[in-house]
Every structure is written in C-alpha cells, then in structure tokens.
C-alpha cells in the first residue's frame, strides 16, 4: 500500500484505503481492557505534568540551587512543543488523505492544545473505538490514533522525562551521598557528638525524593511498552492474512495479555533505569563530558536507523529527520516498526549498551576512586545489576511469552495465544 510522506517509524496508512487491507468482519479492538489501558495512559500523563511542575517550583525555592536549574524548565517546555508540532504534521497528512478532516475546527484544536497533543490523539482514538460497533474500520482507526499517541508520548519521553530524571539522580542521588548514608545506615555519631545529639526524625530523604525518580522511570518504562503493543496490533491488522492459521482470535490480532505485557513494561523499566544511572554518574563526575557519551550514541544510533529505513519511500528529509529522532528514543528503549528478524538487533543494541555502560562506570571509578564517597563502589555494580535484570527479564518475555515460542502446555501459555508456526518466527516482532 503507497505511503505518502510517511514517517518511518510510524505505521501509519491512509484511512481511505484501510478497508482494502482487511478482509471480512474483526474482532473488537475496543475492548473494557483497553479501556483500562488508556485510563492508566491517562492519569500517568496528567502526573507527569504535576510532578514536573512541582519539581521545577522546588528547584526555583532551594537557597542553594543546584547547577544548570534552568535545564528542569527546557526540558519540561521543549518536548511538548515539538510533540505538538509533530502533532500538526499528522494533521497535515490526514487532512490530504480525506478532504474536510475535522475541518478549520479541526486546526484550531490542535493549535490552541498544542502543548496537549496526546490528549488530542487520546480523545480522537477513544471516540473511533466507541464507534467500532456501527462501522468495524473505526477499529482499526482506533489503533491507528493510538500508535500517533504512543509517538508523541515517545517524543516527550526521551526529550524530557529521560533529561529530567537524569538530572534529579545527579541532584538527588550521587549529590547527597552523605544523606543517603544516613538513610541507609542509620546516624554515624561524629568524634564531637555524644549521646545527646539530636537527629531528624523525618530523615534527610523524604517519600518525595524518591516517588518522583520512581514515577518518571515508570512512566517511561509504560510510554514505550504501549508504543510496541500498539504497533505490533496494527501491523497485524494490516497483514490480516498472515495470520489466518492460529488458533485464536487475539493472537490474530496481535493482543497481549497482562502477564507478558508486565513482562515488557519490566524488561524496559530496568534497562531504562541503567541508561539514566549510566548518564546521571557522568554528569555527576564528569559534567559536559556526558554530552559527549549521548552525543556519539545518538549519531551511531541515527546512521543505524537511516540504514534500516534507505529503502522506504517518503522524501529524504523526512527520513533523514525521523531517524535523528528515533537515535535519541533508541538511547533508552530499541522499537521496531520495520518488521522483520529482530534477534540481531537486539545483540547488537544489548551489546552497545553494555559498552555505553562500562565506560560510564569506568569514567566513575576514574573520577570517585579514593574519594571515600557513599557511592564510590556501590554505583558501578548497582548500574551492572540494574542492566542485567532488564535484560533479563526481556528474555523471559521471549523465552515463554514472544507469540513465537512454542507452547509450554498443552493449553497454550502464550502470551499472544500463538504457537511455535507463528509467522513470527519469519519476522520477529516487537
């Protein structure tokens, strides 16, 4: 099917000719289970919003402010403002394909929620799933608006929550050593300090230092586990036929169930976790020096992208720019939207990453050793163990629940419900 000025990394087909891609009546894609879903997306967006905020107003009240405070503000700003635009050139393409999409009311909506771009694509999906019943297309138009959300969400993720938790575990984590200590261990009374010291009772990390760090690394972990979930149901839905053979109808659709989708959302909230401590303790260490360490990753993931996508029609430009930006996304998560074996590329990615994260705790030991700091020692294996749980937890997600394992029993314990013919094991997913 002929794409026009499409973005490589988004499945995205033109209404108009969705109808020619399917063939008889599907199943619901409008489900109570992605209605669940998508108040989960909801409230973790409008969260992410508060905690920002918040964080940023307690940045701006400290007596004594940490570096480069401003960065909290340029990276709250910028993402939603470029996810916006993206938004826009979405709105653009669709108004091409159908004359008359939503009209002049149509632009003035994603202009004026700009900065709200996803709750745009949130809103226009849920409405095309509560039509699904009297036209089945508005199904796949449901999952077409929830792959648009779920790159909007990616543009805010890696160009803001991932900066943003960076510098909080800088600020937070290996700038208090002294106060985690404390936390950990309990007082060490001082030579001058006798029984009668008093300590704070309240303790020198609160439960809000550590929520925030937590829930932003959560909502990155959600954000990119909803993209692959979504992309891998619209790919199915669009090559219908390739998957006539298995036994049920979710697998032909491509579902997931809850215990592969915690799975996932697992396996990325762990690796994630070791990308952002792998930064914080360089910028920590080592200041500008992490640009450079993002910088070389970011272009070696973009020349790795524009490779992949050489063949794909589109104009080169738009290529070339969506590739700059899926560089930056594959600093904290690999998507796939390609098709095809996935195997190498994962060994390959795994393999950058675990070199990205040996030279960030040698730059650590380099710059700590001797220091007599908290963290000294326990940072680099910290970082190393964090890094293998998520990557071990991905292969468990592709030893018992990839729709391309074979069954474990005799009821089908697979996550996708498929089975060891799956067309999967042709064209890895996810």
């Known amino acids: 099917m002929p794409l026009r000025d499409h973005d490589s990394y988004v499945t995205h087909h033109p209404k108009s000719s969705r109808s ?89 909506i994603h202009v004026f929620f700009l900065p709200f771009s996803p709750l745009i694509r949130l809103v226009r999906g849920v409405r095309f799933g509560m039509r699904e019943k009297e036209n089945w297309e508005d199904g796949i138009r449901f999952l077409d608006e929830m792959v648009t959300l779920g790159v909007l969400r990616l543009f805010e993720v890696f160009l803001g929550d991932g900066p943003t938790l960076c510098l909080l575990a800088r600020d937070d984590v290996w700038g208090r050593s002294g106060d985690w200590q404390v936390q950990i261990n309990g007082p060490q009374l001082g030579p001058g300090c006798g029984p009668m010291c008093q300590v704070d009772e309240a303790g020198p990390i609160d439960f809000w230092t550590v929520f925030r760090m937590l829930f932003l690394l959560s909502k990155m972990a959600q954000c990119i586990t909803f993209y692959l979930i979504m992309v891998k149901r619209l790919q199915r839905l669009q090559h219908p036929h390739q998957y006539t053979h298995l036994r049920e109808g979710n697998a032909k ?55 992949t996508v050489v063949n794909s029609k589109g104009l080169t430009a738009a290529r070339s720019m969506s590739s700059l930006v899926m560089g930056g996304v594959w600093l904290i998560a690999l998507t796939n939207e390609q098709g095809g074996r996935q195997l190498g590329r994962f060994i390959l990615y795994y393999s950058l990453a675990f070199a990205e994260s040996a030279i960030c705790g ?69």
């Open 20 to 108: 020619s891609s399917s063939s008889g009546r599907m199943a619901p894609q409008f489900t109570w289970l992605e209605v669940l879903w998508l108040g989960v997306v909801m409230v973790s967006y409008l969260m992410g919003y508060a905690v920002q905020i918040s964080i940023i107003a307690e940045r701006y009240s400290l007596e004594e402010p940490p570096t480069n405070r401003g960065l909290y503000i340029v990276f709250f700003l910028l993402p939603h403002l470029l996810a916006g635009l993206k938004n826009l050139q979405y709105h653009h393409r669709e108004s091409m394909e159908e004359e008359g999409e939503d009209g002049a009311i149509g632009w003035l």
């Open 362 to 430: 040698f730059m650590w030991n380099a710059a700590m050793s001797g220091s007599g700091d908290f963290f000294a020692v326990k940072a680099p294996w910290a970082l190393l163990t964090v890094f293998m749980i998520g990557i071990l937890a991905h292969m468990i997600y592709y030893a018992i629940c990839h729709p391309g394992s074979p069954s474990i029993s005799s009821r089908g314990f697979l996550c996708c419900s498929g089975n060891r013919w799956d067309p999967i094991d042709e064209e890895d997913g996810m």
């Open 253 to 307: 659709q491509g579902r997931t169930n809850i215990f592969a989708t915690l799975i996932l959302y697992a396996a990325h909230f762990f690796f994630i976790g070791s990308r952002i401590m792998g930064y914080s303790m360089v910028s920590a260490t080592w200041g500008p020096w992490v640009y450079l360490i993002i910088g070389g990753h970011w272009l070696l993931n973009t020349g790795w992208h524009l490779i």
